[in-house]
């Protein structure tokens, strides 16, 4: 038996013998063990906000610790008892039975008196093996807890959750008159284990080295190794609301015809998937056109928590970063996105249904294996410890700028408090931004040397309500596609004439381009063009992209802005007369809005100028930057026919701009037949 220890993170091995991505045979994988754990802690971080739109508040706190520095409050577990567990080749399996009591825990305010957790019990779910349930001294059971993030630590002592969902039961959504609130996510989790494996002994299993991107694959002249991780799935939940991002009194919110126009939270749980193909194609995410790598040799992917160390392939701490945004479609055919969050860096990877071992050793939490799926719960995704701002990124390539950001200001290496407070980094919208129109919210990861940034993409359809006195609510419709949401608005390739989606792909990134243009009677068109920007930005940095100690401030990575474009312009013909010129960024701020000129026979665009920059920064407010997208419109007294638009890029360089053909204003005399190709 060899067992080793890597990041502190038990990995256990037997028998290493690297088999071929060509030739490859399953191991048969061992029978799994019964663990038992006899004690540890279990940590919340209550979404107070949440709780007192629910008409619930924390009133006591009994026998349990100071916030760590993630901000979870523990509670001690009793070593009486014990809760039972199976852990397989790869990692935790799920739970068997038993129960473990809290020592001490939380008293609740409810609208019908008090809930107390003070000495509850933690217990599997009858009918759901991965999931416990949080049970009162009655045996009521009022949350339970999912979605959990787990890695075997302490050589095998311990089993730790480093996050997990503390949802709402039924029976509490019942009890507080609010049924639609079953399931909600109410608390992010952490837990600790103590544990004895069965017989003293461990679960071991053979792996081999990991199949890092760009890496020739044995056997088979000439190809590589390939990232492509995809969206599999994901769903959205309200995470809170306030008048006032600086709301002192009453703060909840009073829903879309209230006196205040509030701001609304809200946050996705999304599971995402590595490549399955190891020589022949098939589908990762059945059904969707864009489920199918062309990626024949799946490549496993970095998964690394920031501040951590120096890990190969990249030499540093590389880690996938996920992103959310909301759009509306109204009544006019008009798309805005009207919410946009900040960046969720990973950390942990907890690698289900893989097809082989990932890397090295079976229970390696920080390499993505291929074909494995790994979640992100709501909660976690709402943690301030966890959030970053998108400004940090050059996302053609996920390199994060630690050294300067707000976890590093200083520049020293090591981790600070972030300063987020819960409506940091958050996807924010308006309360009368719900009132009307219909919703897609999409969820995506980028990806070191990923091939296909589209299907790490998702969107689907949304539904908005405010019953009563609150608080929002959310409904994930169906389906969810693979790709941006710019691509349910207009279909790439469409043959439409009065249509148009292209792409904008270079080494600096891609940018979607989408166009309608309406007939509205009279000799009058409306158009209205969508810029997404997906992932470019011509970044200015210093250093390099590594995580290194020996090196000086000076020589250690730092973003120093990451702007994407500055200007949108498109060709106006002689004899074109414009009106109801519009921009929307989609945050209601007049002030940021990029102002329009007709003149030079253009039509154009541009950001408001920063009249005093800071030194190496470009005079440029509000640029089109990375998972943005912005919407350009008018009228016009001409028909359409192709035209090429030109987005100007807001950092100065080689090209100064770049130009896609769409649609646009056309001479009386052109006559459009011609359909695109996308």
């Known amino acids: 038996m060899v067992m080793t220890l890597v990041r502190g993170v038990f990995v256990l091995l037997l028998g290493v013998a690297a088999s071929s991505a060509v030739a490859?045979?399953?191991?048969?994988?061992?029978?799994?063990?019964?663990?038992?754990?006899?004690?540890?802690?279990?940590?919340?971080?209550?979404?107070?906000?949440?709780?007192?739109?629910?008409?619930?508040?924390?009133?006591?706190?009994?026998?349990?610790?100071?916030?760590?520095?993630?901000?979870?409050?523990?509670?001690?577990?009793?070593?009486?008892?014990?809760?039972?567990?199976?852990?397989?080749?790869?990692n935790f399996d799920h739970f068997v039975g038993g129960r473990l009591a809290l020592r001490g825990g939380f008293r609740l305010k409810t609208p019908d008196g008090e809930l107390s957790l003070v000495d509850a019990t933690l217990q599997p779910r009858s009918n759901d093996a991965l999931t416990l349930e949080l049970v009162d001294a009655n045996g009521r059971a009022w949350f339970f807890m999912d979605k959990l993030m787990y890695a075997v630590t302490a050589d095998g002592r311990q089993l730790q959750v480093r996050t997990m969902d503390l949802r709402i039961h039924p029976d509490l959504a019942r009890r507080i008159g609010k049924p639609?609130?079953?399931?909600?996510?109410?608390?992010?989790?952490?837990?600790?284990?103590?544990?004895?494996?069965?017989?003293?002994?461990?679960?071991?299993?053979?792996?081999?080295?990991?199949?890092?991107?760009?890496?020739?694959?044995?056997?088979?002249?000439?190809?590589?190794?390939?990232?492509?991780?995809?969206?599999?799935?994901?769903?959205?939940?309200?995470?809170?609301?306030?008048?006032?991002?600086?709301?002192?009194?009453?703060?909840?919110?009073?829903?879309?015809?209230?006196?205040?126009?509030?701001?609304?939270?809200?946050?996705?749980?999304?599971?995402?998937?590595?490549?399955?193909?190891n020589g022949t194609a098939q589908a990762t995410v059945a059904g969707d056109p864009l489920g199918t790598s062309s990626a024949l040799y799946s490549a496993d992917v970095?998964?690394?928590?920031?501040?951590?160390?120096?890990?190969?392939?990249?030499?540093?701490?590389?880690?996938?970063?996920?992103?959310?945004?909301?759009?509306?479609?109204?009544s006019e055919g008009r798309i805005d996105q009207v919410g946009r969050s900040g960046v969720k860096h990973a950390f942990l990877t907890v690698n289900v249904g893989c097809s082989t071992s990932p890397g090295s050793g079976g229970s390696n939490s920080h390499i993505l294996g291929r074909s494995c799926s790994d979640t992100y719960a709501t909660s976690n995704n709402d943690s301030n410890s966890d959030l970053g701002p998108r400004s940090e990124i050059i996302p053609n390539g996920d390199a994060?700028?630690?050294?300067?950001?707000?976890?590093?200001?200083?520049?020293?290496?090591?981790?600070?408090?972030?300063?987020?407070?819960?409506?940091?980094?958050?996807?924010?919208?308006?309360?009368?931004?719900?009132?009307?129109?219909?919703?897609?919210f999409e969820s995506w990861y980028i990806v070191r040397d990923d091939v296909n940034v589209y299907n790490t993409m998702a969107s689907r359809p949304v539904t908005f309500s405010f019953t009563g006195a609150g608080p929002w609510s959310i409904s994930n419709g169906t389906p969810t596609r693979l790709g941006p949401a710019i691509n349910q608005w207009v279909t790439p390739g469409t043959a439409d004439p009065n249509q148009r989606n292209v792409e904008i792909a270079n080494n600096e990134g891609h940018t979607r381009v989408a166009v309608k243009a309406r007939d509205l009677g009279g000799g009058q068109w409306r158009y209205d063009y969508a810029v997404m920007n997906v992932?470019?930005?011509?970044?200015?940095?210093?250093?390099?992209?590594?995580?290194?100690?020996?090196?000086?401030?000076?020589?250690?990575?730092?973003?120093?802005?990451?702007y994407g474009y500055d200007s949108f312009s498109l060709p106006l013909p002689a004899g074109a007369t414009v009106s109801g010129i519009e921009f929307s960024d989609g945050d209601l701020d007049t002030a940021n809005n990029w102002t329009s000129s007709n003149s030079g026979g253009r039509l154009t665009w541009t950001a408001p100028v920063n009249p005093a920059p800071?030194?190496?920064?470009?005079?440029?407010?509000?640029?089109?930057?990375?998972?943005?997208?912005?919407?350009?419109?008018?009228?016009?007294?001409?028909?359409?026919?192709?035209?090429?638009?030109?987005?100007?890029?807001?950092?100065?360089?080689?090209?100064?701009?770049?130009?896609?053909?769409?649609?646009?204003?056309?001479?009386?005399?052109?006559?459009?037949?011609?359909?695109?190709?996308?």
């Open 535 to 562: 992932d470019f930005a011509r970044g200015v940095t210093s250093g390099t992209p590594s995580y290194d100690d020996d090196a000086t401030p000076a020589q250690r990575f730092r973003v120093i802005h990451n």
């Open 180 to 277: 639609w609130v079953d399931g909600w996510a109410i608390a992010q989790m952490r837990m600790q284990l103590d544990v004895t494996a069965q017989d003293g002994n461990f679960i071991v299993l053979g792996g081999g080295a990991p199949v890092w991107p760009n890496t020739d694959v044995p056997g088979v002249p000439g190809a590589k190794y390939q990232a492509d991780v995809f969206m599999l799935a994901f769903d959205a939940q309200y995470s809170r609301c306030t008048r006032a991002l600086n709301c002192a009194g009453t703060c909840s919110c009073d829903g879309p015809a209230g006196a205040t126009d509030g701001y609304a939270v809200f946050t996705p749980n999304s599971t995402l998937r590595n490549n399955v193909n």
């Open 614 to 678: 800071a030194p190496g920064v470009p005079a440029v407010l509000n640029p089109l930057n990375w998972g943005t997208l912005y919407r350009f419109s008018f009228i016009a007294n001409l028909a359409p026919a192709a035209a090429d638009i030109e987005l100007r890029v807001a950092q100065a360089g080689t090209p100064a701009s770049y130009a896609a053909t769409v649609i646009a204003p056309a001479p009386s005399d052109v006559i459009f037949v011609s359909n695109f190709e996308s």
């Open 302 to 330: 970095a998964w690394f928590e920031k501040f951590t160390g120096t890990y190969a392939p990249y030499n540093n701490d590389q880690h996938p970063n996920l992103i959310w945004n909301l759009y509306r479609f109204d």
């Open 24 to 90: 490859e045979s399953p191991s048969q994988p061992a029978q799994p063990q019964v663990w038992t754990a006899h004690g540890g802690d279990l940590g919340f971080i209550w979404n107070e906000d949440l709780l007192a739109d629910l008409g619930m508040a924390l009133d006591q706190r009994n026998g349990v610790g100071d916030p760590d520095r993630r901000g979870f409050v523990a509670v001690g577990l009793r070593s009486q008892g014990g809760l039972q567990f199976a852990v397989n080749a790869l």
């Open 400 to 440: 994060w700028g630690r050294c300067g950001s707000i976890y590093d200001p200083n520049c020293d290496l090591l981790e600070d408090s972030s300063g987020n407070t819960n409506y940091s980094q958050r996807l924010i919208v308006r309360e009368s931004q719900l009132a009307s129109g219909t919703f897609r």
